[in-house]
């Protein structure tokens, strides 16, 4: 038997169902890729007994059928460090040797019988049917898969509850501890039935699901369920058991009723929950008339920490405990803008749902070509990246940065084949490359912006008609011409870069050291903006920070304007913390 087939499009479908295969199989022929020839076909299966993944793929030429095993962990290692070429592959049936020949080499491995390879269960005669768009079923997987458990004692919480009716198909996902219910009207069955499907399972179709754009066919018994996709198949094994009561759970009849921004609480919760016992996490929330309080303390290291945010409740006030990591982990995976909290006293669970329900909107968009991450700080930053096209925002900054799950969760809800990400900080920049790293789905383009005015700088320069390696070296080169400086105070007495600074002094720090230290704050702005403007500036940005007055701001830039006739001064509001003025020069 011999054919020929592209080496990048053949690893891409192996590393795609790899993912089924466990490091320990109790079978030795489960380690195997089981590859079928058929009519210039090859098919690719992988299981692990319980889940079988198959995909397929049209060899350029072949000469004869047949049906082999490889394995697994050789044949990706193998092909991974091989250019796109044509790879040959002769194998000899009465043995199982195999040859693999590409451009300056080949390689000679053993197969194994392919009849040994296990067959997938087939479907009871009462089987049912359902229909899903692939973007609906990603989103319901995306929101509820966080909150599955890892409970041995209690199997049926370990996976996601597919609750299907004649009028929608909701998700659902509990722990124990949180539990996610998701409803979508967009896709719905002709009967009422429901499934459980496994965390493995649900975890492969995160990963292929981005890659599909037409509908999801889901046929299930009482013991297995296929999801037939438009270039993959899945048969798995589903969990036996009653889902308990799930709506029974949620309280009703919620009086107290807050509204706040997702992200800024997000900010807080991170910075407060520093300071919470790390045995139980435990974070309290102060509800008062338009604001929230957050509070945490540690009594064994006597550490605590308060943040107050402002928020929409005219309730009569209450205070209420949570596990921050719980709260954390279900705002992550909202992607409203805003949340409503709905409480009814301290001694019941908290409901929370997002206050736009976008899911329609979200099902019936295909993917668009391009898409912007950007990490800000400040309301009036966070506005200006929006206005300039910025699909997600996270919130960042000196006192908080990002994680690699953080950008994955950013990725994952960003709807686009090629993303941009600006970090904007270069304690980001690493954890921005590891999420490009892990992600196998979507072109992720980091470009490493160190200051917010380089991530706007580096936004502006961006051109639709260009393919991504144009954009990327236009704003790769727009960044280099990007100067910044950030005036804040001294938290303490300091000697840096010569300079001999007292707690409480202003600082203008930039990109490479201190450029200016004083008392006036209005004053080290401008010997900082005097340390960075050169003959061929000819742009002053800037923007004034959370605590510095607009009539202070607009002072400065008059002050600039004057100092500068050939610069065109521009003045934003930041909205930002920490630094009281954000400038750049360009």
């Not at 100067?483 to 001999?500: H, L, P, S």
């Not at 100092?563 to 065109?568: G, H, L, R, S, T």
Request: overall charge negative; hydrophobic content about 40%.
């Amino acid at each position: 038997m011999k054919f020929i087939v592209s080496s990048t499009g053949l690893f891409s479908h192996l590393q795609a169902i790899s993912r089924v295969i466990n490091s320990k199989n109790s079978l030795p022929i489960l380690d195997c890729f089981l590859m079928e020839l058929t009519d210039g076909t090859l098919s690719l299966t992988a299981s692990d007994s319980e889940t079988t993944l198959s995909t397929s793929l049209e060899v350029n030429e072949s000469d004869g059928d047949g049906r082999f095993a490889v394995s697994s962990k050789t044949i990706l290692e193998a092909l991974k460090e091989i250019p796109e070429q044509p790879l040959t592959f002769l194998v000899n049936t009465e043995n199982l040797e195999i040859t693999v020949q590409y451009q300056n080499g080949k390689y000679s491995l053993m197969g194994q019988n392919a009849d040994e390879y296990p067959q997938a269960p087939a479907l009871g005669a009462n089987a049912v049917h359902v229909t899903m768009g692939a973007p609906v079923m990603l989103a319901g997987i995306n929101r509820s898969l966080f909150a599955t458990a890892d409970d041995e004692l209690r199997p049926v919480m370990n996976g996601i509850y597919f609750d299907i009716t004649t009028e929608d198909i909701t998700f659902v996902a509990s722990d124990g501890h949180k539990l996610v219910r998701n409803k979508t009207f967009v896709a719905h069955g002709d009967e009422k039935a429901a499934f459980i499907l496994p965390k493995k399972p649900a975890t492969l179709l995160k990963n292929l699901l981005p890659k599909e754009q037409g509908d999801v066919q889901i046929d299930f018994d009482d013991r297995n369920a296929t999801f037939t996709l438009e270039n993959y198949s899945m048969i798995c094994r589903l969990i036996e058991g009653r889902y308990p009561n799930y709506n029974s759970v949620i309280p009703q009849d919620n009086p107290h009723k807050a509204t706040i921004d997702r992200m800024m609480l997000i900010s807080a919760l991170r910075r407060v929950s520093v300071f919470s016992s790390q045995a139980s996490s435990l974070i309290k929330l102060r509800l008062s008339e338009n604001q929230i309080q957050i509070s945490a303390q540690d009594i064994d290291f006597s550490t605590s920490a308060e943040e107050t945010l402002t928020c929409q409740y005219t309730g009569s006030p209450m205070s209420i405990g949570f596990k921050s990591t719980f709260l954390i982990d279900i705002l992550n995976n909202i992607s409203a803008q805003e949340i409503l909290f709905e409480l009814a006293d301290p001694s019941r669970a908290g409901v929370i749902v997002p206050v736009e329900q976008e899911e329609k909107e979200e099902a019936a968009q295909p993917p668009k070509e391009v898409g912007f991450i950007s990490v800000s700080v400040g309301k009036g930053m966070t506005e200006i990246f929006k206005e300039l096209g910025v699909d997600y925002l996270i919130e960042g900054g000196q006192t908080m940065n990002p994680s690699t799950e953080d950008m994955l969760n950013a990725i994952a809800k960003v709807n686009a084949k090629t993303i941009y990400i600006f970090p904007n900080n270069k304690n980001i920049v690493l954890a921005a490359n590891q999420a490009r790293d892990l992600t196998e789905d979507k072109e992720i383009v980091v470009v490493p912006t160190k200051t917010i005015p380089q991530g706007i700088t580096a936004m502006i320069s961006y051109v639709p008609e260009k393919n991504s390696a144009e954009n990327t070296e236009a704003m790769l080169q727009a960044i280099e011409h990007v100067k910044t400086g950030q005036i804040t105070y001294a938290v303490r007495d300091t000697r840096i870069d010569d300079k001999e600074i007292h707690e409480g002094d202003m600082m203008g720090i930039g990109d490479h050291g201190i450029l200016a230290v004083g008392k006036d704050r209005m004053e080290v702005a401008k010997e900082t903006v005097a340390q960075m403007v050169d003959d061929e500036s000819e742009v002053i940005s800037i923007y004034y920070g959370a605590d510095t007055e607009e009539a202070e701001a607009e002072e400065l830039a008059t002050a600039l304007e004057e100092a500068y006739p050939d610069c065109d001064v521009e003045l934003n509001a930041g909205g930002q913390p920490i630094y009281y003025y954000v400038i750049s020069v360009e």
